[in-house]
């Protein structure tokens, strides 16, 4: 049986996430309130902020960096989670 959430992101009732997606309490809280769809509009403006902010997944100042955001994007604490300032997406 499917687990649901009540999804921060989407705001709405939806299918939740399989495993915790990110180490300790902060993959614990996405876990227990962010959606697979939620999770997946993270993916998309992560690789958004990893590119316009030239950050490293295997470098632990720029995790703290992207912990930041995910703490703005999901739950609105702090001042991260927007797009990045002057940010354009590329028209197709």
């Known amino acids: 049986m499917m687990r649901m959430v009540q999804c921060v992101v989407t705001n709405q009732q939806s299918e939740g996430l399989d495993a915790v997606p990110h180490p300790g309490e902060l ?5 227990e309130n962010v959606s697979k769809d939620g999770w997946q ?3 998309e403006r992560l690789t958004i902020i990893i ?17 930041k955001h995910m ?10 989670g927007n797009m990045p300032e002057g940010y354009r997406a590329s028209p197709h």
């Open 41 to 43: 509009q993270w993916l």
């Open 27 to 31: 993959g614990q809280r996405i876990f």
């Open 51 to 67: 590119n316009e902010n030239g950050l490293s997944t295997s470098d632990p100042a720029c995790i703290e960096v992207i912990e």
């Open 71 to 80: 703490l703005g994007f999901f739950f609105k604490e702090g001042e991260m």
